[in-house]
């Protein structure tokens, strides 16, 4: 179900792609939120199966051939029980509008969904594990990468077959308002001693982190895949390429 213009418009895109070789069952949890319902119907289309986990009241926003389940995110039991027979595992579940003073609001929900999704993951054997984390290092943030990168850490230490995607801000409708920081990344990218963290702490679109997530359902890795910023914002060419590769 495309919530937006933009999201219909990827959706048009994407439809012209041939499907993707493997059909993948994936076990989504956040995926209500701007990031999910972007990345959801873009998994649909290319054939990939969903189950979600879903807060009650928000079944309302995926689309019906989604397979709902309900279960607290907070705790790895409703994983070990819901997660299987899912080969790839997409974790999105965050406090919605993140800001300096959430730190506590980090540690009781991003922190503990993630662990307790990790844990029952490592445990299941999980094929593939995506963790949607944040460009770091950053000069702001710090409660909000803290988390992240102990998430990280847990996966790596869990040995999962992993891919973390880094973005910093993802613009989309409604979270526009750091295109007015545009000539500053532009001037950041072009100074010498800027440029590293201009990009590392770029802008990305939602289509971009959508299709890199895409990117991600559709090659899986064994250890630990990095996706920052500039990869993010390749995705949607490598996948073209791909498509294009394969027809010809
Ligand atoms: N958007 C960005 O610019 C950006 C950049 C870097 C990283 N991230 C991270 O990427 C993830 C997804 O981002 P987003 O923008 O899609 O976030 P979002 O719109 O706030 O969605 C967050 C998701 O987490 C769920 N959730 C929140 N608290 C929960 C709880 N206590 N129990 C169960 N589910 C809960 C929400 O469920 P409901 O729909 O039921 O509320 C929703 O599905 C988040 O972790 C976010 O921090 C986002």
Redesign the pocket.
């Known amino acids: 179900m495309p919530a937006s213009i933009s999201d219909i418009r990827l959706l048009l895109r994407v439809k012209t792609l041939p499907k993707a070789a493997n059909s993948r069952r994936v076990f989504i ?10 990345l959801i119907p873009i998994l649909l289309e290319r054939g990939h199966r969903i189950r979600a ?3 009650p ?2 079944k309302a ?1 995926l689309a019906a051939e989604v397979e709902v389940v309900s279960g ?3 705790d790895a039991n409703t994983y070990r029980q819901l997660i299987r027979p899912a080969d790839t595992f997409i ?8 800001s300096p003073s959430k730190g506590a609001e980090f540690r ?3 922190l503990v ?1 993630a662990r307790e999704a990790i844990d029952a993951c490592a445990e299941l054997g999980m094929q593939h594990f995506i963790y ?4 770091q290092p950053a000069p702001v943030m710090k409660h ?1 990468i803290a988390v ?1 990168a102990e998430c990280e850490r847990r996966i790596q230490e869990r040995h999962l077959n992993s891919t973390i995607v ?7 409708p409604g ?1 526009r308002w750091p295109v007015v920081l545009l000539p500053f990344y532009k001037l950041g990218e072009w100074l010498p001693f800027t440029r590293a963290a201009a990009l590392r702490l770029g802008l990305a679109t ?1 289509d971009q ?1 959508v299709l890199a997530l895409v990117e991600a359902v559709e090659s899986p890795v064994q250890g630990t895949r990095i996706v920052g910023v500039p990869e993010i914002r390749s995705a949607g060419l490598n996948l073209t390429r791909e498509a294009q590769r394969k027809t010809a």
Not at 29 to 38: E, R, V
């Open positions: 949890a956040g995926g209500t939120g701007y990031i999910g319902t972007g986990l879903v807060c009241g928000s926003k607290d995110a907070l974790h999105l579940v965050g406090v919605s509008r993140p009781a929900v991003d969904a949607l984390s944040v460009a909000y992240r880094r973005p910093w801000y993802v613009l989309g979270h939602l982190v």
